[in-house]
T-cell receptor, first 115, second 110 residues
């Protein structure tokens, strides 16, 4: 068990448009979900933590108005990149954890390219 | 400040050549240490969780061990398919977020 899916796996969009990425826990209820971005040959950088039904907590330096996170249910969280620009091009990965647990299960990632 | 340091940054092994990856940490009150494997262009894959010094866990050619200051990921007789980046992480002091090390990029050549 503990499978997390992401959709889409790849997306190309034009500068100024918005993109939504979905993260789903398929076989467990995810009390907490996390969103990371990863640049080439670098480690994961936590962007925000979200709990079901609550507002997301953003890490320092992450623009909350640009990266909108919605954790509407115990199995779904979405990340919307608003007014995307080329510098937002990156690999976005979500993860999910069960209630009271620290272990995180990661999705396969979404490659965003903004042209 | 909590820190997770992994070494070496990169490691090249011949097939069958055993070695170890290191993860040292400084946290106040360890609540678990996690090892992940990440292949290029994919999300991290969970490998092990260790909770207390002296604990060991094994999976195929991998064995993870934990002391009070560091963890080792031992790779016995590696195969080319073991090539990946190996990440370790510990929970931060605030909430359930994980602090990740920068990873060790392992390349196993035939």
């Amino acid at each position: 068990g503990a499978v997390v899916s992401q959709h889409p796996s790849r997306v190309i969009c034009k500068s100024g448009t918005s993109v939504k990425i979905e993260c789903r826990s398929l076989d467990f209820q995810a009390t907490t979900m996390f969103w990371y971005r990863q640049f080439p040959k670098q480690s994961l950088m936590l962007m925000a933590t979200s709990n079901e039904g609550s507002k997301a907590t953003y890490e320092q330096g992450v623009e909350k108005d640009k990266f909108l996170i919605n954790h509407a249910s115990l199995t779904l969280s979405t990340l919307t990149v608003t007014s995307a620009h080329p510098e937002d091009s990156s690999f976005y990965i979500c993860s999910a954890s069960r209630s009271g647990e620290f272990g995180q299960y990661f999705g396969p990632g979404t490659r965003l390219t903004v042209t | 400040e909590d820190q997770v340091t992994q070494s070496p940054e990169a490691l090249r092994l011949q097939e069958g050549e055993s070695s170890s990856l290191n993860c040292s940490y400084t946290v106040s009150g360890l609540r678990g240490l996690f090892w992940y494997r990440q292949d290029p262009g994919k999300g991290p894959e969970f490998l092990f969780t260790l909770y207390s010094a002296g604990e060991e866990k094994e999976k195929e050619r991998l064995k993870a061990t934990l002391t009070k200051k560091e963890s080792f990921l031992h790779i016995t007789a590696p195969k080319p398919e073991d090539s990946a980046t190996y990440l370790c992480a510990v929970p931060s002091n605030s909430g359930y977020a994980l602090n990740f090390g920068k990873g060790t990029s392992l390349l196993v050549t035939p």
